[in-house]
């Protein structure tokens, strides 16, 4: 599985890190960092985390 | 399954009916020509030119690639009893299990005058009119309502370059209601420095202008000349298409802890228009009209008509989300976790100061029920740190009640 976040879009919210917090986590300035090739069992979360995106802005790419 | 309503909360229904297991039919009904789209950008980055409309569409999930989309349609009755909805184009749907996923539409202002140059935001089709009208040169804009709509464009339209932006408001201070005093007279000073009139404690008498509004009537006789009036005045919610079947729709509909309406299993409510008791707070029914509320719901409805569907009942715990909600003006956001509104009376700046990035904590006695950050990022992943502690809080009590 692949994550994909379009950073152009990423405002910094920080719902996907309560989703799936083993593949997405803020700094200490509030900037989104995170995973791009976690493991498949995280998929549900991953998904999770793309729904709750305020912005739309993860992708999961198989 | 059929779900009325084909905004976010519609989407993630007909998604969550599928993660819950149902692989029958699915019919979504929306009286909007688009298919589900992201409202909050509507105020911000669609009205500032930012975002394309075609950028907001949700991303379809495979699990729904054959659920049939009614389109530009309307639920115009309900007949529970006989599990069958009619729309307004004269078609008949019959269900197993019914989703109420209709959510609000802006109130209105019943003042006298013109109707020409006023707006809302709700829609892509009211935030395109709105935007064409924001870039004329010169023009005056006046936004009656200082809540988060009202605050939003306010900011948008100062961005955009308005030099004449007035916010009028009943109430002293803008979003006073959601976010209690501190906070609202922090937000009012960061408005005012960024270039936003405001025209506080008074209330908006009428529209002056022939067929086109040119100026708002405060109600000491005051009139502010506008080209373009933006009403946010809060929200109704669509829920004529269920009148005549006995339910509470007196504000959204009523739901039990399960989401379901009337006392009938097999119809729930999701999204804003739905009114539920959050366990993890008073018990009291309520609507809450946030980002979040339609994906917690629909997971926990979907979930709910779907044990009953295959007669498993009474396995689901009663729903009690952690209400979350920002909003995004000047420069600035702001970003709350859990009910501040229940703690209002109680509020302790718990980082920073007022004046600059800031977190205050609401309370009920020694309970932390709320947080709120103002500020920029940085002071909003701070807030974020304390969801783990609002989530580890017992229930509030119910107080007064009788059960």
């Known amino acids: 599985m692949k994550v994909v976040v379009d950073m152009n879009k990423c405002q910094d919210h920080g719902q996907c890190v309560f989703a799936a917090p083993d593949v997405f986590s803020m700094d200490d300035d509030g900037h989104l960092l995170y995973v791009s090739d976690p493991d498949d069992a995280l998929r549900d979360e991953v998904e999770e985390a793309a729904d709750v995106c305020p912005l739309q802005a993860i992708r999961i790419e198989d | 399954m059929v779900v009325v309503g084909a905004s976010m909360a519609g989407l993630r229904a007909a998604e969550?009916?599928?993660?819950?297991?149902?692989?029958?039919?699915?019919?979504?009904?929306?009286?909007?020509?688009?298919?589900?789209?992201?409202?909050?950008?509507?105020?911000?980055?669609?009205?500032?030119?930012?975002?394309?409309?075609?950028?907001?569409?949700?991303?379809?999930?495979?699990?729904?690639?054959?659920?049939?989309?009614?389109?530009?349609?309307?639920?115009?009755?309900?007949?529970?009893?006989?599990?069958?909805?009619?729309?307004?184009?004269?078609?008949?749907?019959?269900?197993?299990?019914?989703?109420?996923?209709?959510?609000?539409?802006?109130?209105?202002?019943?003042?006298?005058?013109?109707?020409?140059?006023?707006?809302?935001?709700?829609?892509?089709?009211?935030?395109?009119?709105?935007?064409?009208?924001?870039?004329?040169?010169?023009?005056?804009?006046?936004?009656?309502?200082?809540?988060?709509?009202?605050?939003e464009v306010a900011a948008t339209a100062v961005a955009l370059g308005v030099t004449e932006v007035t916010v009028v408001d009943p109430l002293p201070l803008p979003m006073v209601g959601p976010l209690g005093e501190l906070l609202a007279g922090a937000l009012l000073r960061r408005h005012e420095e960024r270039g936003v009139r405001f025209a506080l404690g008074t209330a908006v008498a009428g529209f002056e202008g022939g067929d086109r509004v040119t100026g708002v009537v405060l109600g000491d006789g005051t009139v502010l000349p506008a080209d373009v009036v933006v009403e946010s005045v809060g929200s109704v919610a669509n829920v004529e298409w269920l009148d005549g079947n006995g339910l509470d729709v007196g504000d959204g509909v009523l739901t039990d802890e399960w989401l379901r309406v009337g006392g009938r299993a097999e119809v729930v409510a999701v999204g804003d228009v739905a009114r539920f008791p959050n366990a993890r707070y008073d018990g009291v029914p309520r609507r809450v009209e946030h980002w979040s509320i339609p994906a917690d719901t629909a997971k926990h409805a979907a979930k709910s008509l779907a044990a009953h569907l295959a007669g498993r009942e009474g396995e689901l715990a009663p729903f009690a989300p952690l209400p979350t909600f920002w909003s995004d003006q000047h420069d600035f956001r702001l970003q709350s976790f859990g009910a501040p509104v229940l703690g209002i009376d109680d509020v302790r700046v718990l980082d920073g100061d007022p004046d600059g990035d800031v977190l205050v904590g609401y309370h009920v006695g020694e309970r932390l029920v709320g947080v709120v950050a103002l500020g920029g990022h940085a002071v909003a992943t701070k807030a974020a740190r304390y969801r783990a502690e609002l989530l580890k809080q017992p229930a509030l009590t119910v107080q007064g009640a009788s059960k």
Not at chain 2, 84 to 107: E, N, Q
Request: glycine fraction near 12%; include cysteine; charge should be positive.
């Open chain 2, 16 to 151: 969550q009916l599928r993660a819950a297991g149902w692989t029958g039919a699915v019919t979504v009904v929306g009286d909007e020509p688009h298919m589900p789209y992201n409202r909050p950008p509507l105020s911000k980055e669609v009205l500032a030119g930012k975002a394309a409309f075609d950028s907001l569409a949700f991303t379809p999930k495979g699990s729904t690639a054959d659920v049939e989309w009614r389109l530009g349609t309307k639920a115009v009755a309900a007949r529970l009893d006989e599990r069958a909805i009619d729309l307004d184009d004269g078609s008949t749907l019959s269900y197993d299990g019914l989703v109420a996923a209709t959510g609000m539409r802006p109130r209105r202002l019943r003042c006298p005058g013109p109707q020409t140059g006023r707006h809302t935001v709700r829609t892509l089709t009211d935030a395109r009119g709105l935007r064409d009208e924001l870039t004329r040169p010169g023009v005056r804009v006046v936004v009656v309502g200082a809540g988060f709509i009202g605050c």
